[in-house]
């Protein structure tokens, strides 16, 4: 069964602080792995990663993946209280079927 | 805004009733997928339609339909309605068929009393 787990799942952190978040997966024939943001509306997209070793930026935000270990990271530099909202991973697997991890939700205290 | 839109926003209705649930994509998107998100269950996919013919089916129940249409609108349609299947629907729409970015729409909450 293909599963996608993120950790940690819950974290509250100050302003300013530097977070990582963890995505381990087990699919069947795997494509893609997603990051996406979710604030109290619809998942907003991050990141797609396909390729091992490669950083993908954006801001204060980057992500890596390993497809040898099986995981990605999420880092979030210099938090902001902006920055809290709820980080789902999700892995495109075999039949182009997305499947998500529970997710992670960040809370940053000013 | 990510172009992608969804009517109505919410929709209360009985056990046992029917409803339909709409998605526009992107202009220019070939590919919809619906979600359902509940408490209980986290964000599940249920159905991807790439050009008006079904691509992928996930944890989709038998009495859930969906369909796309030629002018690429999508319609989820959820019959026999069961209190569980309260939840927020999200439809996604990307250009390609595999691997490539999904953008989701606004959502579409149903409760079910």
């Known amino acids: 069964e293909d599963k996608v787990v993120q950790s940690p799942l819950s974290l509250v952190v100050h302003e300013g602080d530097t977070v990582t978040l963890n995505c381990s997966y087990e699919?069947?024939?795997?494509?893609?792995l997603l990051w996406y943001k979710q604030e109290k509306k619809a998942p907003t997209f991050l990141f797609m990663l396909?390729?091992?070793?490669i950083e993908k930026k954006s801001g204060r935000l980057s992500s890596i993946l390993d497809k040898k270990e099986l995981f990605s990271i999420l880092n979030i530099t210099a938090t902001q209280t902006g920055d809290s909202a709820v980080y789902l991973c999700?892995?495109?697997?075999?039949?182009?079927?997305?499947?998500f991890g529970a997710g992670t939700i960040l809370r940053v205290k000013s | 805004d990510s172009g992608v839109t969804q009517t109505p926003k919410h929709l209360i209705t009985a056990t046992g009733q029917r409803v339909t649930l709409r998605c526009s994509p992107r202009s220019g998107d070939l590919s919809v997928y619906w979600y359902q998100q509940s408490l209980d269950q986290g964000l599940q996919f249920l159905i991807q339609y790439y050009n008006g013919e079904e691509r992928a089916k996930g944890n989709i129940l038998e009495r859930f339909s969906a369909q796309q249409f030629p002018d690429l609108h999508s319609e989820l349609n959820l019959s026999s309605l069961e209190l569980g299947d309260s939840a927020l629907y999200f439809c996604?729409?990307?250009?390609?068929?595999?691997?490539?970015?999904?953008?989701f729409g606004p959502g579409t909450r149903l409760t079910v009393l």
């Open positions: 996604a729409s990307s250009v390609q068929v595999e691997t490539d970015t999904q953008y």
């Open positions: 396909t390729s091992s070793g």
């Open positions: 999700a892995v495109e697997a075999n039949g182009n079927k997305l499947v």
């Open positions: 699919v069947t024939n795997f494509r893609s």
